[in-house]
Every structure is written in structure tokens, then in C-alpha cells.
DNA sequence: CTGAAAGCGCTTACAG
DNA sequence: CTGAAAGCGCTTACAG
């Protein structure tokens, strides 16, 4: 009783040829008034539902990109908003996206990738958007198969020619040296960045930092830490260290917002104050910050424009495969929150008064 | 140079016929080791990969499943995890996953509901998972669709008929039952129960702490708040009223563990301390809980798990479509950690000594 | 073991 | 404005 009604059909139910029951579908304005509306009525009778994957056999396209993270376990907080702009983005133009977690060795040559299976046959995808953690090897074996794709450039590793690739970035770099600013204009002279240098990502951080720091002549400090699975217990390891430089050091510039959360435990846990004695700044705005008080001053950067701009850019290059490689960078914004005041407010807790000479 | 190469090249170069290609191609062991070797020696030699949307029209299957997130604008730790687990589950079975956001209003009747095109046309997607928060008008539009497809229980609202549904849950009610009964046996009496019965799902949790409470002959004690954004923010709205309760009040089961962090960070700002004048329980286990101290006390619930489980069930679905509807539960764990202990621990600072009888 | 043919459900020139 | 035919790239009986 509720059998698969094709296009077939709807012609022959509504006398005429399946060509221009297609037509109908599909809006061409070359069909009379009529047998339009006798076909539409057919279509609602028997509750038609096209097909798309015989619309897309024909047409040669998927209507589908997929979304994949790479070398990440879970969806971390900003990722997954990364990914729900995509998708938003892609939904307006009616295109799928198809969500696909994979890791890969580093070091395996491009030809010895095994790419999962969406990717590599043909038909089931019109683009590819790379995200999570990346390396050359994976880009270059995408690159191979001469599929459409564009890569989130912040989380890269190696040095690709970035100018060969369709890429989005946040402004890490401009972000710290804001907030480093900052810093520097509340008073703070004794600052310090702390971050793993081994991780591009950082290392702009840093750079940030320093071209802040240079331009105000002040000296550099950076703690320099390796961090593999968790930001956030090396910002407690970090807040340790930070100790033994109190009370000279006054604010601290930490990579992310989950080190800075670290800094921020080990600090209190040790008796240190944020932001009376210490200063302390992040990165990113991740949501968790809620949770914790003072609410850490941060760097905002907006994730689901990050995913929109991957999925619009993924698009044009859909329209034009000959578009040049493009760097595209989404701004940040620096919010002042509870986490940063000015140097010296914590001293008087020691008895001290100092003047604060800016 | 980089022509499209299909079926037909590759029988027309290897000297065989189409079916033979695909014979070689989906593995079938009716062929001479010669052939097969011949065919497959051009396969690789031309960087033949085979177009998986042509497959699909002909087999009638999309091998493709849709993971729709309702009703919420952003896709949270825990359905993210949800997310990663019906990923993985699918992977295993080389299927795909195609990831979107729906919203819809709730009253809105089954007929008058637009579903995702992706949904509506025939041959995207062999299934569905059907996460985010749920109301009936949705599950019955698909069911009008006769799209197999399996739903996330515990987000549901109304009264669906649940026996006609396939449907994974975490066991919310015994979860906190759980929890209640851990504070109980700490010592516990005068323990409140903080959630918005409005909610299915925080009324099973306080299900479970009536059924818990009243095994032990305890008196209930519910806060009953309207919680609409912020979780976090009605806990910290509870938190006041939680202060006039005090001493009596010694424990404190939250809905979530939101809410719950609302509440330690409310009785903070208030110099309650926690555990020592109040415990404190949450539910869920969120990944923000790293970032506070002292660490929460919570419901372990393995959100992975319920991904797989719900990847699991569809395609069981998918092998059976009459599989009778199947409820399944994944369980929950209680973690003991910082924000809960022994009645009583606080009062001694007030100068008081109690003398803990249990 | 193998190939020619039909067919999956559409779209698109082409001819009328 | 409309329909018959060819074709998208596969798989699958069917016949040999």
C-alpha cells in the first residue's frame, strides 16, 4: 500500500511524458499552467518524494561536503561550534554535510594514507573541510585526489605552503599582542607568556606577545611549556613556577583559555589572588569560562564564523575551481572581565602601599 | 589528462566485460585469479576509485545515517559526545553520518512540520538519530515519512507512546537515586533537591531522590525552579535560597551538573563553603567540571556510550525493520569526589562541636 | 568463469 | 509547450 512511487509514475498517472513531470520539479518555467497543476495535484495525491540520488548521478554533483576532524578523539568545545557553523552555513544552500572523525600518523607518506572511504570514492562528496589537528601528509594525499577542500589554518603543523591552500584563520597573533596591550596599559610592565612553543598555534601567541612587548620596550618572559594532553594541568604546573617570581611578575599571558584556567587553580590554590596580586589573560572565550570565577578576561574569537567562512569559501571554490588560494582571517575581541586590573592592588594586602606610576 | 575514469574504461582497457570489473570490485569469488588480477592491476594503474552515489541508486541504500540535533542552536559537550559515538559506531560499519541542525516549534502539527529536505526526499539517508530536545509533533512527522530512525530518550517531552519507539536512554532516575542514597549513607537527613519538574528529565532525576529518600524515611525537600537558558544561573539563584535554609539544609542534589556548578559558585559568593558546610552532587559529569574546585561530585553518564547505542539500534533497525521497539538504558556511575562529605564538617567553624551519629 | 542487457530514478538535449 | 530517447555509473539476473 505505501509503495515507492517514482516519476514514472506521476506521468503516467497524470498522462504525460516524464520529462515534463521533471520539469515541474524543478521549476522551468516552460510548461503550461495546466499540466503544471495537474502534475503538482498527482504530487501531492500520492505524497511523491523525488529522489536525490538519482538528481545527483545525473547532475554529477553530491549536494554534500563533509566536515572532518582530524586527530581529535572528541569534539572539543570550539570545534563543535566551528562545525555548527558549517552547517548552518551549508543549509543555506541546501547542501548535506556529513560529520567523519579520523586520525592519521603524522609522519605516514601522502600515498600511504589510507583515507576513509567517503573520501576517497567519488560521488559521495563535492568538497572536504579539514579541521581538527592537521600535518602536511593528509593535505597533500587530499591535494591527490583532486577533491575540492579547505583546511582550518590554525591547528596546522608543518610548513605547507599556505599560499597553495584555501585556508580560515583566527588572529591569534593579533589577539595576544591586544591583550598584551592591555596588559601594558593597565600598568603592567613585568608580563609573562605562557605557552608551547613546539605548537604553531603558540608559537603566534607568542609572536603576538612579543611584538606588544617590543613596541612598548619592555623585556620578554616566557615560560615555556610542553603540553600534551591537558592545557589546562600545565597551567597549573606553570602557576607553580610563577611563584618564585612574585611580586615582580604582575600579569600573566597564558596560550588558551583552559592554560589560563590552569594558572588560575594553581594560583589560588597556592594562596596567590587573581587579579589583587596577579593579572591573568586567556584566549579563545571557550565556554567553560562561565563556570569559573573571577570570569577570565580572554580573547573572543567566534567560532561559528570561522565554520561559516570554511563552508562559504568551500562553496566559491565549488563555483570556481580556479579561485586562487586564499588566506581568509576572522578577527578577535578583547573582553575585559574579572581576571586583569591594575598592577599592584594586591601588595596593600602585604602591608605594603606602592605607587603605581604609569 | 585527469579524465573521469569509469567501470566501463577499465573493462574496455582490461579487454573484459563491466560486470566482470564490478564482479572484481565488490570482491565476489567467481572469478579466474588471472582476470582478476589483470583488472585490478589497471584499477590501481589508472587511480580508478568507484562512484559510490551510482552504487547506492542501484542497491536502493544510502549507506549514509543523519544525526539531527533539534532545538538547540548549539551543539553541547554532551551531545557532541553523544555525536563522536554514533561516528564511531558508523565508521565501523563504513556508513556515514551526516550532521544537522533542526529547530521547530513544538505545537506546530505533524502535517504542517517542513523537514529538513534532506529528510523529506528519498535515497539521502537510510536512517535517523534523533537527538536534541524532542516533541512529538517531530517523531510523528518522520514516522509519517517511514524512515527508520531511533531517538535519544531523555530530551523527549510529551507523551510519546514509548512503546512504539526505538529509543536510548542514561538512567536518570537511578542515577540520583544513586547519589541520594551516597549522601544518605554520609550521614545526610536534611538533603534539598534542586530541579524544574517542568522538565521530564529533571523530574526522573527527582524520581530517583524521592525514591531514595523515601526508602530511609526521609523528608523530600524540592526546590522547584524554571530553568530556561542558564542552568548555571538558576543554580546560583537556588544557592540564595538554599542560604536561609542553613544549618539544617547539609546537602544539596542538583538536576545537573550546571546547575550544580551554579549553586557551589552561589554558596561561594555567599562564604558558604562546600563540602564543609554543605555537599554538594551533580549529574551528567560535564568536561567544564575540571576547571572548578572543588571537584564535583557527580552522576558519571557515558555519553559516547548513548551515541553508539543509538548507531547500534538504528542499524539493527535497518537489518530488521520489524524489529519490535526496543527501550535501551545505558547505566550510570556514581563519582565521589571533592564537593561531598560527612555532615557536620563545617559547624565546627562556627565554634560548635556536633557529634556525628550514624 | 564471463559478457550483453536491463534497470536503478532521475535530467537533458533533441525533435516535434 | 511536450514526449521519446539517451545517458549518468553502477549492479544483477540471465544466458552461455
Redesign the pocket.
Known amino acids: 500500500m505505501f509503495e515507492?512511487v517514482?516519476?514514472?509514475d506521476i506521468a503516467r498517472r497524470a498522462?504525460?511524458?516524464?520529462?515534463?513531470?521533471?520539469?515541474v520539479?524543478?521549476d522551468y518555467?516552460?510548461?503550461?499552467q495546466?499540466?503544471?497543476e495537474k502534475v503538482l495535484r498527482i504530487i501531492r495525491e500520492v505524497n511523491?518524494r523525488?529522489?536525490s540520488r538519482?538528481?545527483q548521478?545525473?547532475?554529477?554533483t553530491a549536494e554534500t561536503i563533509c566536515f572532518i576532524l582530524n586527530n581529535r578523539d572528541v569534539i572539543n568545545p570550539f570545534h563543535s561550534r566551528v562545525l555548527m557553523g558549517v552547517a548552518r552555513y551549508a543549509r543555506t544552500l541546501a547542501k548535506n554535510v556529513i560529520f567523519m572523525q579520523f586520525d592519521y600518523p603524522p609522519d605516514a607518506p601522502p600515498n600511504r594514507l589510507i583515507l576513509p572511504l567517503v573520501i576517497w570514492e567519488?560521488g559521495a562528496l563535492d568538497g572536504l573541510v579539514i579541521a581538527g589537528t592537521n600535518y602536511p601528509n593528509f593535505i597533500n594525499a587530499v591535494k591527490a585526489l583532486r577533491i575540492p577542500f579547505v583546511v582550518f589554518g590554525n591547528n596546522l603543523f608543518g610548513d605547507l605552503q599556505i599560499r597553495d591552500l584555501h585556508s580560515v584563520w583566527f588572529d591569534n597573533e593579533g589577539g595576544t599582542r591586544k591583550s598584551t596591550e592591555y596588559l601594558i596599559e593597565l600598568g603592567h610592565q613585568n608580563i609573562w607568556c605562557l605557552v608551547d612553543t613546539t605548537k604553531p598555534w603558540y608559537r603566534r601567541c607568542y609572536d603576538g606577545y612579543c611584538q606588544a612587548m617590543e613596541q612598548h620596550q619592555l623585556r620578554l618572559h616566557k615560560l615555556d611549556v610542553r603540553i600534551e594532553d591537558s592545557p589546562f594541568n600545565a597551567g597549573v604546573e606553570g602557576a607553580k613556577q610563577f611563584l618564585h617570581l612574585q611580586p615582580q611578575l604582575s600579569a600573566i599571558v597564558a596560550g588558551d583559555d583552559e592554560i589560563a584556567l590552569g594558572v588560575l587553580s594553581g594560583l589560588n590554590q597556592n594562596g596567590v589572588r587573581v587579579p589583587d596580586d596577579i593579572s591573568l589573560v586567556g584566549f579563545d572565550d571557550i565556554e567553560g569560562l562561565k563556570f569559573v570565577r573571577p570570569l577570565l578576561t580572554t580573547i573572543r574569537v567566534d567560532k561559528e564564523k570561522i565554520g561559516e567562512e570554511l563552508a562559504k569559501l568551500l562553496f566559491e571554490l565549488l563555483q570556481n575551481r580556479d579561485l586562487p588560494p586564499v588566506k581568509r582571517t576572522v578577527s578577535t575581541e578583547l573582553l575585559v572581565r574579572e581576571s586583569s586590573a591594575r598592577p599592584g592592588r594586591g601588595l596593600g594586602s602585604n602591608g605594603l602601599s606602592i605607587e603605581v606610576v604609569s
Open positions: 515507492y517514482s516519476i514514472r498522462g504525460v511524458g516524464v520529462s515534463t513531470v521533471s520539469r520539479l524543478n518555467p516552460d510548461t503550461s495546466q499540466t503544471r511523491y523525488p529522489n538519482a538528481r548521478l545525473v547532475k554529477n567519488r
